[in-house]
């Protein structure tokens, strides 16, 4: 069974129903107060986040969370969302990635929590706030964004004689060629089947994917400013320039511990993981602005960023952003958050925190924050997701993979994500322009 048509105009049409349910299902807690606090459920898989969730509960007597950590995302937890909340038991909260809010929405599976949301929303990077809800809906309050940068091997980089990272993609290939010819077994940096990455990578480049005119949705995954991500990609991959190795693999930390893969261009929660994973090279890194394509006009991606979203059937919509207010905003919280999930704050009070200061001994003693300081202030806003990325990633992760394998070609990736993704909107009943 079709679902009811998404269209993007007349989307706010489309959840009057969700909208209604909010105003019968919201309550300020005061019956519940009476004989206790008021219960909030949370989902999500983040490291960090039942610190932060601990802080609340020592100092809200009035409200109770309960944290539960699922699968993240991508490996489950989204499908475990999304099946509660058709269960009728889904908690109140879930972290819903900004590239997977529209596809929530388009199944009926958030809560409308505009009028809550609403006198927190200057207290965010506007396009943050923004990307928390759909069509003038706001469905949750935003934790972090995730600005790109590249996290590199400053010792092999000297080595190699190469003075510092590369400030343009050109420079990227000529230093891959320096590398690679004084080291067959050595490699700049590799090529993964991470579709968010390959995302940021495009959203850089000035690539549009999906947009909305009138009552319909333009998809354009292989757009000129995403196939010229692919040739620069593709000519590295045929000249065996880069490694290819799945993204977050065993194989990619071990080359990456060995020496053998000398950098990883990605957002900025990978620093923690990448120090988590290779930690025996602890002080030989460095992080520095992701290469532009325009040295004139420099850009940056940004691969993540996470919303947590009020989800369809919560009782205690008023308490529940309440509560997300606090996690992205109260200083104690998003010191805990940046020391363990390692997020960039998207709330404007979360740029001064202490925590972002500090340098990182596996960096050098660099303060590596300052650099996604500047790669957020040069992420192009205008960036829209679409309505079905769990369908979208998966098709374009499956083609990069292949592609690096040398089974196809990055732009018959493209092309096979793009149909896929079509097909699956118009069987979801949403017009395509």
């Known amino acids: ?26 309550s300020d807690g005061s019956a519940d107060r009476a004989s206790g606090p008021v219960g909030v459920e949370f989902w999500g898989w983040a490291p960090g986040y039942e610190k932060s969730v601990e802080l609340f509960n020592a100092a809200h007597p ?11 995302g991508s490996k489950g937890g989204y499908t475990k969302m999304l099946n509660a909340v058709k269960a009728g038991n889904a ?26 949301a609403a006198p927190y929303a200057k207290e965010y990077a506007p396009w943050a706030f923004a990307r928390s809800g759909v069509s003038g809906r706001t469905f949750g309050l935003p934790v972090d964004i995730a600005p790109m940068a590249m996290i590199y091997r400053k010792d092999l980089f000297t080595k190699y004689g190469i003075a510092g990272a590369p400030r343009t993609w050109d420079e990227y290939a000529a230093d891959a060629a ?39 949705w333009t998809v354009n995954l292989n757009d000129p400013a995403t196939k010229k991500v692919t040739a620069f990609w593709q000519d590295l991959i045929d000249k065996k320039l880069v490694k290819t190795v ?39 890194w460095a992080v520095a602005p992701m290469p532009v394509w325009d040295a004139s006009a420099p850009t940056a991606g940004n691969a993540g960023g ?85 369908k979208t990633s998966g098709v374009l992760g499956d083609g990069l993979g292949k592609a690096g394998a040398g089974g196809t070609g990055l732009d018959a990736a493209l092309a096979e994500a793009q149909a896929q993704t079509v097909a699956e909107m118009k069987t979801q009943g949403m017009e395509i322009g």
């Open 1 to 26: 069974m079709k679902s009811r048509p998404f269209r993007a105009a007349t989307l706010a049409m489309a959840l009057t129903s969700l909208t209604a349910f909010a105003a019968a299902c919201s």
């Open 62 to 72: 009035g409200i109770k969370v309960t944290y539960s950590k699922i699968s993240p």
């Open 91 to 116: 908690p109140c909260l879930g972290s819903v990635g900004f590239e997977t809010l529209p596809t929530f929405a388009a199944a009926g599976a958030l809560q409308d929590a505009t009028q809550a």
């Open 178 to 216: 320096i590398i690679h010819a004084a080291d067959p077994n050595a490699y700049i940096g590799y090529f993964g089947n991470d579709a968010y990455n390959f995302a940021g990578l495009a959203w850089q480049a000035g690539a549009k994917w999906f947009g909305t005119g009138g009552d319909k």
């Open 246 to 284: 799945p993204s977050f693999d065993t194989a990619l930390y071990k080359g990456m511990g060995e020496g053998t893969i000398l950098s990883d261009v990605n957002a900025v929660w990978d620093t923690p993981i990448l120090a988590d994973s290779v930690k025996q090279t602890s002080g030989n």
């Open 306 to 390: 996470t919303p947590t979203a009020v989800l369809k059937g919560c009782k205690h919509v008023k308490e529940a952003v309440e509560f997300a207010h606090w996690f992205g905003t109260d200083q104690a919280s998003v010191s805990n958050l940046i020391k363990e999930t390692g997020i960039y704050p998207a709330a404007l009070s979360g740029l001064e925190n202490p925590a972002l200061s500090q340098p990182d001994p596996f960096y050098g003693g660099q303060t590596i924050f300052d650099v996604f300081k500047e790669s957020a202030g040069r992420v192009d806003p205008g960036f829209q997701w679409g309505p079905v990325m769990t």
